[in-house]
Every structure is written in structure tokens, then in C-alpha cells.
Antibody, heavy 125, light 107 residues
Framework: QLQLQESGPGLVKPSETLSLTCTVS??????????WGWIRQPPGKGLEWIGS???????YYNPSLKSRVTISVDTSRDQFSLKLTSVTAADTAVYYC?????????????????WGQGALVTVSS | DIQMTQSPSSLSASVGDRVTITCRAS??????LNWYQQKPGKAPKLLIY???SLQSGVPSRFSGSGSGTDFTLTISSLQPEDFAAYYC?????????FGPGTKVDIK
């Protein structure tokens, strides 16, 4: 059974960089059938897709965050990572990693399943 | 970006009730619509993809329908474990966007 687990600091100072890693177990991140990505949810609010990465390193980002986001993959460790720079209090959220089914013709995300349990990241001095 | 709305934002229902949640897209998205269930403190779980396809392992009391701009998620007989928030998500164009959610609680 595929499982995903987020890890990283739970507290980040304003203007610094948020870094999270997702470890995949029970399956390989090198599958050609899926992308891997990040979604966030501010406390009490809705869900926002951040971006996705393929095992080859190809990436898609949400234009609203593109200037601050980098997602990378480490196939040797079955991990992928998120970096979000210049964070503010508005970036406080639960960050989820997920496996992403995609449309082969365009590469755009289809649906997200399964998800990690989530990691709360608070931006505060 | 395609905007997604849901109605109602919350509802109260009893065990055994038939529950219907509506999702509307700001433009036609064909059948590129997915539904998720989220329980408090937990990650979302995929229920329905491509508007009406039931994800493996999801009980058959959940069903989805619709195309174009209007979609529904129906729970045919609400069970105690179904009290949760439900989100729709469009995958017609990037970025994928989610609805604001519908919270189903106990009457």
C-alpha cells in the first residue's frame, strides 16, 4: 500500500524559506504513470495546488506561487521536496504531499490520491 | 483560473438521509471533476474522479454526476463515518482548483 509522509520544520520565520520533504513508501517514485506534488490548506480554509514533479525532474507550478516555488525529486531515496521562498504569515498552512494522476496528452494534473497526513507549517517570528 | 463554487456551504443531516452536494464551475469543464472527503485533522481522500467514476474502495452509496458546469455528489444513505467536509476539484485546465467545501454534520 502506497504511503506518503511529509517532514520538515513546523516553524519558519517571515522572509525565510520553507522546506519540506515527502517520503514515498510501498511503491516507487520512478513510476511513469504519476506525478508527485504538493497541496496546501490554510487553517480553516480551502485547498490550493502548489505544484508537481515527475520522476525525470519535469515540473509544473501554480502561477500564483511560481516565482517562489521549487519542487525537486530524488529517485534514489523515493523522495520529493518543496521549497517556498520569502514566506509570510499568509503561507501558514497544512502542507500535503500527494501522488498525482495526470493526463498523458498534456501532462496536466488529473486527481490526487493518496495523500500524506499533512504537515502544519507556521510562519512567525 | 477556473473558479469552483459549492452549495450548500454546510448542511445538517441524519443517519440514513440522502444527501446531495452541488459543485459549479465558472466555465464548462466537461467531465473533468473530482470529489474528495476530508475528516477533521485528516488528509483529503479521493471519492469520485472524472465526475462519476468511483475510486476503488469507496462505498457504493457515494455517486457523482454532471458535466459541463454543474455537478453533484450524492450520498444515498448517510452513515456515521460520512460526517466530514467534501470538496470538488476541476482538472480541465491548469492550475487545478478546488471548491470551498461543504461541511456535513449531524442534525
Amino acid at each position: 500500500q502506497l504511503q506518503l509522509q511529509e517532514s520538515g520544520p513546523g516553524l519558519v520565520k517571515p522572509s525565510e524559506t520553507l522546506s519540506l520533504t515527502c517520503t514515498v513508501s510501498g511503491g516507487s517514485i520512478s513510476s511513469s504513470s504519476y506525478y508527485w506534488g504538493w497541496i496546501r490548506q490554510p487553517p480553516g480554509k480551502g485547498l490550493e495546488w502548489i505544484g508537481s514533479v515527475y520522476y525525470s525532474g519535469s515540473t509544473y507550478y501554480n502561477p500564483s506561487l511560481k516565482s517562489r516555488v521549487t519542487i525537486s525529486v530524488d529517485t534514489s531515496r523515493d523522495q520529493f521536496s518543496l521549497k517556498l521562498t520569502s514566506v509570510t504569515a499568509a503561507d501558514t498552512a497544512v502542507y500535503y504531499c500527494a501522488r498525482i494522476s495526470y493526463y498523458y496528452d498534456s501532462g496536466r494534473p488529473a486527481w490526487f490520491d493518496p495523500w500524506g497526513q499533512g504537515a502544519l507549517v507556521t510562519v512567525s517570528s | 483560473d477556473i473558479q469552483m463554487t459549492q452549495s450548500p456551504s454546510s448542511l445538517s443531516a441524519s443517519v440514513g438521509d440522502r444527501v446531495t452536494i452541488t459543485c459549479r464551475a465558472s466555465q464548462s469543464i466537461s467531465s473533468y471533476l473530482n470529489w474528495y472527503q476530508q475528516k477533521p485533522g485528516k488528509a483529503p481522500k479521493l471519492l469520485i474522479y472524472a465526475a462519476s467514476s468511483l475510486q476503488s474502495g469507496v462505498p457504493s452509496r457515494f455517486s457523482g454526476s454532471g458535466s459541463g458546469t454543474d455537478f453533484t455528489l450524492t450520498i444515498s444513505s448517510l452513515q456515521p463515518e460520512d460526517f466530514a467536509a467534501y470538496y470538488c476539484q476541476q482538472s480541465y485546465s491548469s492550475p487545478p482548483t478546488f471548491g470551498p467545501g461543504t461541511k456535513v454534520d449531524i442534525k
